[in-house]
C-alpha cells in the first residue's frame, strides 16, 4: 500500500507564489518519475511538470519559467515552487508518483489540492 499526500494549495492573488508539497509513504522501496497534474471543472487532467529520480525534469509551456519542480529521494518527496501565479493556473493539483513497491511498480495519486489565483 502506498499514499501519497499533498500540502500547500491555498488561495492567492496574482503575482504572487505557492510551493506544493508531496509525500509518499507506505511500503516503498524506490520512488521513480513524479510529477505534478492539474485539472478544472470539465477539463481532463493535464501535466503541469514532471521530474525523474535523476532529476530530469520537463513543463508544460504555459508554466515553464515561472514553475520549478523539485523532488528529496531520501523523503519520497516531490516540491513544486509555483510563481508568477495567474488566474488560469487554479485548478486541482494532483502528485503522481511511479512506486516499486514489493516487486511491482505502483501508479500513485494525491488527493488534490487546490489551488485558487485571484485577479
Known amino acids: 500500500q502506498v499514499q501519497l499526500v499533498e500540502s500547500g494549495g491555498g488561495l492567492v492573488q496574482a503575482g504572487g507564489s505557492l510551493r506544493l508539497s508531496c509525500a509518499a509513504s507506505g511500503s516503498i522501496f524506490r520512488t521513480n518519475d513524479m510529477a505534478w497534474y492539474r485539472q478544472t471543472p470539465g477539463k481532463q487532467r493535464e501535466l503541469v511538470a514532471e521530474?525523474?529520480?535523476?532529476?530530469?525534469?520537463n513543463y508544460v509551456d504555459s508554466v515553464k519559467d515561472r514553475f520549478t519542480i523539485s523532488r528529496d529521494n531520501a523523503k519520497n518527496a516531490v516540491y513544486l515552487q509555483m510563481n508568477s501565479l495567474k488566474p488560469e493556473d487554479t485548478a486541482v493539483y494532483y502528485c503522481?508518483?511511479?512506486?516499486?513497491?514489493?516487486?511491482?511498480?505502483?501508479?500513485?495519486w494525491g488527493q488534490g489540492t487546490q489551488v485558487t489565483v485571484s485577479s
Open positions: 521530474i525523474t529520480r535523476a532529476g530530469t525534469t
Open positions: 503522481n508518483a511511479l512506486v516499486t513497491s514489493h516487486g511491482t511498480i505502483i501508479d500513485a
